[in-house]
């Protein structure tokens, strides 16, 4: 059973910094591509930034281009989002995820298996 589970979310500081991780069971994520998500309440969920599967190619939201860095250990089976600059706006909840389609995807819809998510609240 594939099993995705986000961690260090937090509340941190306008203008600081915060390190997302996801770790895979059941899975060997060197096989797939990865994307991060986030969503707020009553709104659809957004892409963030998606990683492929040698780490060769990235994607990035335009809202968080130059300020997020996304990147994978496929050694330790895990992904992770350097959250910089961090701003009011980005305080929802993030999510990381899982797609065999071909291509860095971002489109939600493409992903097949999602974690249960991480807040982040960043306080102004």
């Known amino acids: 059973q594939v099993q995705l589970v986000e961690s260090g979310g937090g509340l941190v500081q306008a203008g600081g910094s915060l390190r997302l991780s996801c770790a895979a069971s059941?899975?060997?994520?060197?096989?797939?591509?990865m994307g991060w998500f986030r969503q707020a309440p009553g709104k659809e969920r957004e892409f963030v930034a998606a990683i492929s599967s040698a780490a060769i190619t990235t994607n990035y939201a335009d809202s968080v281009k130059g300020r997020f860095t996304i990147s994978r250990d496929n050694a330790k089976n895990t992904v992770s989002l350097q959250m910089n600059s961090l701003k009011s706006e980005d305080t929802v909840v993030y999510y990381c995820a899982e797609t065999a389609a071909m291509g860095v995807q971002i489109g939600s819809k493409e992903y097949d298996y999602w974690g249960q998510g991480t807040q982040v609240t960043v306080s102004s």
């Open positions: 059941g899975r060997i994520l060197s096989h797939y591509i």
